[in-house]
């Protein structure tokens, strides 16, 4: 019995250690994706108020006059491109076309097809650059309303945040691309590779790259939100009531800093993470092309599917968005700008 009993508290006792190593493990894994020891970085102020109501105008004009607007409406989504280009046209921004041909199978031929994202450039001459980008096709028959009419919503949103500022610290460019979704997606046909294909040809200094995908959608739901692994349910929140800031595991630096400037806005709740592109989500959006250029990006998002259970259906419409949410992030995006954007604002490296 002595035995036995010698044998069952060596047992508990390697029990008791295999737990506090594993508590650690998760304590540590925990404090690096949600950096506790960030503060709020100070608040930029600005007269401009964001207005949720021309966002909601936006979004259901290209979810509902502009659907389908994917790569085979290619009439539909001409329409949206060029209906973007003249909003970034009605501020004091330099405005600039990108096309880019595209083979494509058309009534069973290949046929090469034009497409093009458009930029609007503040701050022109301004030292190192911030480029924050938004992709404006939708996935097939799709409205795309949160996927991603939201993101560019927000791009326009802060043209006109962008246009009342009267003093910049650097140039910030605003990119909508074309061609984000299937079936070019992580391929050098994505709208968003071209761009920093471009920047990256004519040795741009970019401080950061700041990418809107989906940021439309938040629930108070229980449980409404999901992650790739069960290792995240113990780290994050289960209700999807948050904005997300992604970037890549050694770029824990520029994710730090656009938390931090997130976190300025009341009534937003903000989560990040520095996690390999191999983990399904991580690498999902126009970001992806920065990061193969050795850029610094980021992507900010409602996180998608693991939230929106009608993304990619016919159900992602415009009433189902919060323009309110919406708003915060936009601000938070323009106080993240005006943040960066500092003289001593310490440059994050590759």
């Not at 594993?22 to 930029?44: G, R, V, Y």
Request: hydrophobic letters at 40%; proline letters at 4%.
């Amino acid at each position: 019995m002595k035995f036995i009993k010698k044998i069952l508290i060596r047992l508990g006792k390697s029990i008791i250690s295999i737990v506090f190593v594993l508590a650690i493990c998760l304590a540590s894994i925990w404090a690096f994706l949600h950096k506790p020891w960030l503060k709020a970085e100070a608040k930029h102020e600005t007269q401009v108020q964001v207005d949720p109501e021309r966002m909601k105008e936006i979004v259901k004009l290209f979810s509902e006059r502009f659907h389908p607007r994917s790569y085979r409406d290619h009439v539909a989504l001409l329409a949206t491109g060029k209906t973007i280009q003249k909003r970034f046209e009605s501020t004091q921004g330099k405005v600039e076309v990108q096309k880019f041909s595209v083979s494509i199978e058309e009534k069973s031929k290949t046929v090469s097809k034009e497409y093009f994202n458009v930029s609007c450039l503040f701050g022109e001459g301004k030292g190192s650059r911030i480029i924050v980008g938004a992709h404006y096709d939708s996935h097939d028959m799709t409205p795309g309303a949160d996927d991603n009419a939201s993101g560019v919503a927000g791009l326009l949103e802060l043209a006109y945040l962008l246009d009342a500022e009267k003093e910049l610290n650097c140039e910030i460019e605003l990119v909508a691309y074309s061609l984000e979704e299937p079936p070019f997606f992580a391929t050098g046909d994505m709208g968003s590779a071209h761009h920093a294909q471009k920047i990256s040809d004519e040795k741009i200094d970019v401080k950061a790259v700041l990418i809107l995908e989906m940021i439309g959608y938040f629930t108070e739901e229980a449980n409404s939100q999901d992650y790739p692994t069960p290792l995240f349910k113990l780290l994050y929140p289960s209700v999807g009531n948050f904005i997300a800031i992604v970037g890549k595991l050694d770029q824990g630096k520029i994710t730090g800093q656009v938390k931090q400037s997130f976190m300025t806005v009341e009534n937003l709740k903000v989560q990040s993470i520095n996690a390999p592109a191999q983990i399904p989500g991580i690498d999902f959006s126009d970001h992806r092309n920065y990061w193969a250029k050795g850029y610094q990006a980021v992507m900010i998002t409602d996180t998608a599917f693991y939230r929106n259970k009608e993304y990619h259906t016919a159900n992602d419409t415009w009433d189902r968005l919060n323009y309110e949410q919406m708003a915060l992030v936009v601000q938070a995006t323009f106080n993240t700008l005006m943040n960066l954007s500092k003289p001593n604002s310490e440059e994050p490296k590759k």
